[in-house]
């Protein structure tokens, strides 16, 4: 952590913008293209790797998710990043802490109704995050929908001084959203996986068309149901910016579509935006 801060105060000492990419690990294209587009708009990029286990609620979860460290490595010094922040579970806890984070109705929905004290485990290692690096912008994907909104809410609430940069998901050829937990599924279950973005984009046609969200929302809990490999979790129609679950449609306002399905034993999320 001493060497994070060392090397942030360089950077703004002298003079350079700093952009700040937190991951988990086992990096993959939609990983590569937020450190592309802080190198694009930044002199300097810190990227952090940490399986932070205050964001787990499931211990197995945790003791598989993919690490892969030294091909890591290799992939972020191709892709324009300049520091690497590896931390050790202590580094980052030397105590447990005891600070709680409460997002209020963004937090009652989905992921943070799903798995408890997600969000707070994530508001906490970002802000610790931000607090050691003080980037001038940090890098999310949109792949983590909720996770964007309460990053922007912590933000907003702790008046953390930086702009935060956006990302689209990144999807294999076949639809799926790049996760590192897509490493875990079987090639049974990898050959299925893509019907979580067809459910999505067929929802998302049905809510163009102003389908009302309930039925939207049934069919498609019906369709990943319809396959036997599928437990699906939840699928929301939500207000993209309160992401909470709509009655109806109101014009000018986008409209998130999250899903969230068990698959063989990995848990899949993904979204899509209807403007
Ligand atoms: P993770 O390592 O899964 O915690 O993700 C680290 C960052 O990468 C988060 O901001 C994610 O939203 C983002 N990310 C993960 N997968 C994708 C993807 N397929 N497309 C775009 N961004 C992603």
């Known amino acids: 952590m001493a060497q994070l801060r060392a090397f942030a105060e ?25 450190v592309a587009a802080a190198a694009a708009a930044c002199d300097d990029v810190v990227a952090s790797i ?8 499931n211990a197995d979860d945790l003791r598989l998710y993919p ?11 191709g892709a324009g990043c ?29 992921e943070g109704a799903h798995r408890p004290g997600h969000f707070n485990g994530v508001a906490t290692v970002v802000s610790k995050l931000f607090h050691m690096a003080r980037p001038h912008a940090a890098y999310f994907g949109q792949k ?34 790049m996760s590192s937990r897509n490493r875990r599924l079987s090639p049974e279950a990898r050959a299925v996986a893509p019907l979580i973005y067809q459910v999505l984009q067929t929802a998302a046609q049905q809510v163009r068309q102003g389908v009302p969200p309930a039925q939207v929302q049934a069919q498609a809990l019906a369709a990943l149901a319809a396959e036997p490999q599928f437990t699906p979790e939840y699928v929301e129609v939500a207000d993209a910016q309160t992401l909470q679950p709509l009655a109806g449609y109101e014009a000018g306002r986008a409209v998130v579509l999250c899903v969230a399905a068990h698959l063989g034993g990995v848990r899949l999320i993904d979204n899509v935006v209807v403007e």
């Open 50 to 57: 940490f399986v932070n286990p205050t964001q787990f609620n």
């Open 144 to 177: 983590d929908f909720q996770q964007v909104a309460i990053v922007r809410q912590l933000i907003a609430d702790l008046s953390f001084d930086l702009e935060l940069v956006v990302a689209p998901t990144i999807r294999e050829a076949d639809g799926l959203a």
């Open 82 to 110: 300049t520091a690497l922040f590896m931390p050790g579970v202590e580094e980052v806890y030397p105590q447990p802490t005891v600070l709680r984070f409460d997002f209020g109705p963004l937090e009652r929905v989905m």
């Open 10 to 34: 360089g950077s703004r000492q002298a003079g350079r913008r700093l952009g700040l990419v937190p991951t988990m690990g086992a990096l993959h294209a939609g990983h590569l293209q937020l």
């Open 67 to 77: 690490r892969l460290p030294e091909q890591d490595t290799a992939l972020l010094a």
